[in-house]
């Protein structure tokens, strides 16, 4: 056994409160706690259970769990809980400024999104369908990727900024870059294209609360191009389409080359134009021990949520640029955008005319 190798006891209960632990850390942010204390500095588990309207002996508990086995949050000698210097580090690593003030990530993904599959496993295991027995919390899943995305933006508005740019398309329409990007360059055209009225009702809320009207959101299908593609305005020149779920769109088993074909099409009537998508690819084996363990955990968990129940298909970076080559691009290229592994994939349509 290597020296730094815990103990089987030791695994044991390291791994059980991870999990534990994560499950109460979802749900106290959810509740408002994390957000309460980033403003308001130590309080007592009583007056934090009033302000938000919550059950004092669960919330107690709680607290208690986690100030006792993390420097996430600390308790004074007053019985006050505050969030460590750590704990400060955490919220600024994984928060997102808003109107409403800071929202933060907590496992969003993992716990809030997954939690039904986790405890669907078993009916999965022996044959239980996703989508009909066992569903995961789509819109918490979304809020996830939206909380994200400000590690994204920067990358994104380089690309951008390359070229001279008259329009941005978005593929999926969670993350907020539409009104983001516009709200910075008002001669920018931008479209969301969405089959899901509900996340193009959320998009379009968001944008007109930033004071962002020229979003144009598309109701459509990405794998029938031209019902969104006829839409768009293509006389002040190239544009820019971006997207962060294309590994959403190769899921199953004829998933990638149906969205390469799909792409292939918008590059026909897109040429000059410019594809950017952000994606993690899958991580060789043989890499595991150059890479930060951070990044490496990420990487499976990210292979196994999505491939778990078929919503996804993570493909390596070779795999990602040939995807791009087929479709008709040209300059094809991957740059990273310094963020767990993700990588800026680039490509032009075709030759401008």
């Given at each position: 056994?290597?020296?730094?190798?815990?103990?089987?006891e030791?695994?044991?209960?390291?791994?059980?409160?991870?999990?534990?632990?994560?499950?109460?850390?979802?749900?106290l942010?959810?509740?408002?706690?994390?957000?309460?204390?980033?403003?308001s500095?130590?309080?007592?588990?009583?007056?934090?259970?009033?302000?938000?309207g919550?059950?004092?002996?669960?919330?107690?508990?709680?607290?208690?769990?986690v100030?006792?086995?993390?420097?996430?949050?600390?308790?004074?000698?007053?019985?006050?809980?505050?969030?460590?210097?750590?704990?400060?580090?955490?919220?600024?690593r994984?928060?997102?400024?808003?109107?409403?003030?800071?929202?933060?990530?907590?496992?969003?993904?993992?716990?809030?999104?997954y939690?039904?599959?986790?405890?669907g496993?078993?009916r999965?295991?022996?044959?239980?369908?996703?989508?009909?027995?066992?569903?995961?919390?789509?819109?918490?899943?979304?809020?996830?990727?939206?909380k994200?995305?400000?590690?994204?933006?920067?990358?994104?508005a380089r690309?951008?900024?390359?070229?001279?740019?008259?329009?941005?398309?978005?593929?999926?329409?969670?993350?907020?870059?539409l009104?983001?990007?516009g709200?910075?360059?008002?001669?920018?055209?931008?479209?969301?294209?969405?089959?899901?009225?509900?996340?193009?009702?959320?998009?379009?809320?968001?944008?007109?609360?930033?004071?962002?009207?020229?979003?144009?959101?598309?109701?459509?299908?990405?794998?029938?191009?031209?019902?969104?593609?006829?839409?768009?305005?293509?006389?002040?020149?190239?544009?820019?389409?971006?997207?962060?779920?294309?590994?959403?769109?190769?899921?199953?088993?004829?998933?990638?080359?149906?969205l390469t074909?799909?792409?292939?099409?918008i590059?026909?009537?897109?040429?000059?134009?410019r594809?950017?998508?952000?994606?993690?690819?899958?991580l060789?084996e043989?890499?595991?021990?150059?890479l930060?363990?951070?990044?490496?955990?990420?990487a499976?968990?990210?292979?196994?949520?999505?491939?778990?129940?078929?919503?996804?298909?993570?493909?390596?970076?070779?795999?990602w640029?040939?995807?791009?080559?087929?479709?008709?691009?040209?300059?094809?290229?991957?740059?990273?955008?310094?963020?767990?592994?993700?990588?800026?994939?680039?490509?032009t349509?075709?030759?401008?005319?």
């Open positions: 056994m290597p020296d730094n190798a815990p103990s089987p030791l695994w044991f209960h390291r791994l059980a409160t991870h999990y534990v632990e994560a499950q109460a850390l979802f749900h942010n959810q509740a408002g706690v994390f957000q309460l204390l980033a403003t500095g130590p309080l007592p588990a009583p007056e934090i259970a009033e302000r938000l919550l059950t004092l002996h669960v919330l107690d508990a709680l607290l208690d769990y100030a006792g086995v993390d420097a996430v949050l600390v308790r004074d000698t007053e019985q006050r809980y505050a969030i460590g210097e750590f704990g400060r580090r955490v919220l600024e994984f928060g997102r400024s808003e109107a409403s003030g800071r929202q933060y990530n907590f496992f969003d993904v993992r716990v809030g999104a939690g039904s599959v986790w405890t496993l078993d999965l295991l022996h044959g239980a369908v996703y989508g009909r027995d066992v569903v995961r919390a789509g819109d918490v899943a979304a809020d996830a990727v939206y994200l995305v400000d590690r994204i933006e920067p990358a994104l690309v951008v900024g390359e070229q001279p740019t008259s329009a941005i398309v978005e593929l999926g329409v969670s993350t907020g870059l009104e983001r990007l709200a910075k360059d008002p001669n920018l055209t931008c479209y969301g294209v969405d089959r899901s009225a509900t996340a193009l009702a959320k998009a379009s809320a968001r944008a007109t609360a930033a004071g962002v009207p020229r979003v144009q959101m598309l109701e459509a299908d990405v794998f029938v191009p031209d019902a969104f593609l006829d839409r768009i305005d293509t006389r002040r020149g190239p544009g820019v389409v971006f997207s962060v779920h294309l590994h959403e769109f190769a899921a199953g088993p004829d998933g990638a080359p149906r074909r799909a792409l292939a099409r590059a026909e009537r897109l040429p000059g134009w594809i950017v998508a952000f994606e993690q690819p899958r060789p043989s890499a595991r021990a150059q930060p363990e951070a990044l490496w955990l990420y499976q968990s990210n292979v196994l949520i999505h491939h778990l129940i078929g919503n996804g298909q993570i493909l390596t970076e070779p795999a640029l040939e995807m791009l080559r087929e479709a008709g691009c040209s300059s094809v290229g991957s740059s990273s955008i310094d963020y767990l592994g993700y990588l800026a994939f680039v490509g349509f075709g030759r401008a005319r």
